[in-house]
Nanobody, 124 residues
Framework: QGQLVESGGGLVQAGGSLRLSCAAS????????MGWFRQAPGKEREFVAT????????YYADSVKGRFTISRDNAKNTVYLQMNSLKPEDTAVYYC?????????????????WGQGTQVTVSS
């Protein structure tokens, strides 16, 4: 078990960049696949990106492919989401999630632990 704490959200103009971080507590972080999801007001929480335990496999939602990059540093128990070329439609609360398996997954139900979320607002 462990705790996930996101940081790095904020207000940015369209075309700008942000890097989200998710710090995980617990010694088993390096064995978990990780993911990022987001939820805009009035919408369902949706998949953004996922990374395998080793970092060797990643997968992105079509809406962010080519603009966002997920990475991890197992020595620091941290996963990152680099977001470039941000658009107003990227505005949402971004959540970090962990699953107790090594392989990537795109559905919410595959994840076992969630952070509290960090707000990202992109102005036009």
């Amino acid at each position: 078990q462990g705790q996930l704490v996101e940081s790095g959200g904020g207000l940015v103009q369209a075309g700008g960049s942000l890097r989200l971080s998710c710090a995980a507590s617990g010694r088993t972080f390096s064995t978990y696949a990780m993911g990022w999801f987001r939820q805009a007001p009035g919408k369902e929480r949706e998949f953004v990106a996922t990374i395998s335990r080793s970092g060797g496999s990643t997968y992105y939602a079509d809406s962010v492919k080519g603009r966002f990059t997920i990475s991890r540093d197992n020595a620091k128990n941290t996963v990152y989401l680099q977001m470039n070329s941000l658009k107003p439609e990227d505005t949402a609360v971004y959540y970090c999630a962990a699953r107790t398996l090594a392989t990537i997954a795109v559905v919410k139900g595959a994840y076992d632990y969630w952070g509290q979320g960090t707000q990202v607002t992109v102005s036009s």
